[in-house]
Nanobody
Framework: QVQLVESGGSEVQAGGSLRLSCAASGGTFSTYAMGWFRQAPGKQRAFVATINYSGSRTTYADSVKGRFTISRDNTKNTVHLQMNSLNVEDTAVYYC?????????????????WGQGTQVTVSS
């Protein structure tokens, strides 16, 4: 059983930066593709970024491309989401997710394991 715990969510002013982290336990982290998703108030959960098992490939939602960076450290079983140039539209609960294959995916249904989420609030 894989457990994922997100951290780093906070309130920040527009234009600021935050770094989210997700710590994984159980399973074999280095074989899993990882993803970040977010759910804004009143909206469905949406894809943000994904990274393959080795960290050699990443994909981003168009809305965050050039501002967000996903990375992973397989020695520490962690995945990070560096978020720069935040705007109010980035306000959401951010979820870390893992899939038991190494290839990245932007499809929510491809992920089996989910964290509890961390709140990011961007104020104007």
């Amino acid at each position: 059983q894989v457990q994922l715990v997100e951290s780093g969510g906070s309130e920040v002013q527009a234009g600021g930066s935050l770094r989210l982290s997700c710590a994984a336990s159980g399973g074999t982290f280095s074989t899993y593709a990882m993803g970040w998703f977010r759910q804004a108030p009143g909206k469905q959960r949406a894809f943000v970024a994904t990274i393959n098992y080795s960290g050699s490939r990443t994909t981003y939602a168009d809305s965050v491309k050039g501002r967000f960076t996903i990375s992973r450290d397989n020695t520490k079983n962690t995945v990070h989401l560096q978020m720069n140039s935040l705007n109010v539209e980035d306000t959401a609960v951010y979820y870390c997710a893992a899939r038991s294959v190494g290839f990245l995916s932007d499809y929510e249904g491809a992920y089996y394991y989910w964290g509890q989420g961390t709140q990011v609030t961007v104020s104007s």
